[in-house]
């Protein structure tokens, strides 16, 4: 054993020392040669270069039943508020309908005012939600910087003893990811949440020219309807104002290395990937929800990661192992992560980067 503990030491510093121990090692045949060639040739480049062994993260985030501690639970409770009405927020999204059949009957009949005053009665509440979608993104990034503010400080060495001894919040961050990720998919699907607010802005401006008191702008005026027509005209707009409102955060915190926050990012993605590919951790979960949940937040915080780290996630220097989180989807039931490994392909920022590597490419084909 001491001889396992002296070489595993001179690994990281003493190449010279190690051929000594090589030799005494050898004369003694205490240590197989096989076992010794696996030893330093693993490591043999990194000692020369002085680099140090980085290892993934091992231990186990209880995404199902955290509980915040008396030092979490101030930010904590600031972001629950939040984060119930996220619920809310989904179930209306998802049972939007629209308005297509009044519109298309309006503009079919331009000149029958009874259907122009139906579309507009029914155009102006779903614009009201809609009004509610988008300030909701602004409350989820004030959410977002409490969450990096608490995650990102000094009470802690680095983001791995964050997330493990602070999983309340490690809980939340992810949460909102797993939010994100479901809002832009249900607005991917729902082309009538453009048309409605598209309609709605035609209606207005025309209402206006003909001098006519238009009802629904007081709930939307025009300078907050171009905030809300560009949100929506993103494909993927809660994640764009999360990736925002990150950037913005690295941006107001100079005094904070970017890597701080860089750094919790591609922490979680670990967890995650780590969760799901250990048997002993993924049996922990009581349910195939957690599974998916877990899924969906390491994609999250990988797409996160690519727009606000300078070079991206698919960079060789990034400290995402985008192969090993890609084989991680790989192995799912394939109609389970079709969306997700969507997600990878299209709403990235660096993926099809001359410097992303031919084989995680090829992965995502």
Not at 56 to 81: H, I, K
Not at 109 to 131: F, I, R, S
Not at 245 to 258: A, C, D, M, Q, R
Not at 294 to 306: A, N, P, Q, S
Request: charged share 25%; aromatic share 8%.
């Amino acid at each position: 054993m001491e001889f396992y503990l002296q070489l595993c030491f001179c690994l990281h510093h003493d190449f010279q020392a190690l051929l000594k121990i090589h030799c005494r090692v050898h004369s003694t045949q205490a240590l197989s040669l096989s076992l010794l060639r696996y030893l330093v040739m693993g490591n043999l480049l990194k000692v020369l270069t002085c680099t140090d062994l980085e290892q993934e993260p091992n231990f186990f985030l209880d995404f199902e039943n955290a509980q915040p501690t008396e030092a979490e639970r101030e930010t904590w409770e600031e972001v629950d508020v939040v984060l119930q009405d996220a619920r809310a927020i989904l179930d209306e999204l998802q049972a939007y309908k629209g308005a297509g059949q009044e519109i298309r009957e309006a503009i079919q009949n331009p000149n029958d005012e009874a259907l122009q005053d139906q579309a507009w009665a029914a155009v102006v509440p779903l614009v009201g939600k809609l009004k509610k979608f988008y300030e909701f993104s602004q409350r989820l990034e004030a959410a977002l910087h409490s969450l990096l503010r608490a995650l990102t400080n000094e009470t802690y060495s680095d983001s791995m003893q964050h997330l493990e001894r602070e999983q309340a919040l490690a809980k939340q961050f992810a949460e909102i990811l797993h939010f994100t990720l479901r809002f832009d998919e249900l607005k991917m699907i729902n082309p009538a949440i453009q048309n409605d607010f598209s309609y709605y802005r035609r209606t207005l401006n025309r209402m206006r020219i003909n001098n006519v008191p238009a009802e629904g702008e007081n709930e939307v005026n025009n300078e907050l309807a171009n905030r809300i027509s560009l949100f929506y005209a993103d494909a993927t707009p809660m994640l764009k104002a999360l990736s925002d409102g990150t950037t913005k955060f690295v941006s107001e915190n100079k005094n904070l290395p970017i890597e701080n926050t860089t750094d919790v990012l591609s922490t979680m993605a670990s967890v995650c990937k780590v969760m799901l590919e250990t048997p002993e951790y993924r049996s922990r979960f009581s349910s195939e929800a957690t599974v998916s949940f877990c899924l969906r937040v390491m994609v999250g915080v990988i797409i996160l990661y690519d727009y606000v780290h300078p070079v991206g996630a698919f960079a060789k220097s990034s400290k995402i192992d985008m192969k090993g989180c890609i084989k991680v989807l790989r192995d799912q039931p394939p109609n389970s992560v079709e969306g997700l490994l969507n997600a990878l392909r299209y709403t990235t920022k660096h993926l099809n980067d001359e410097s992303t590597a031919k084989t995680i490419k090829s992965m995502l084909q």
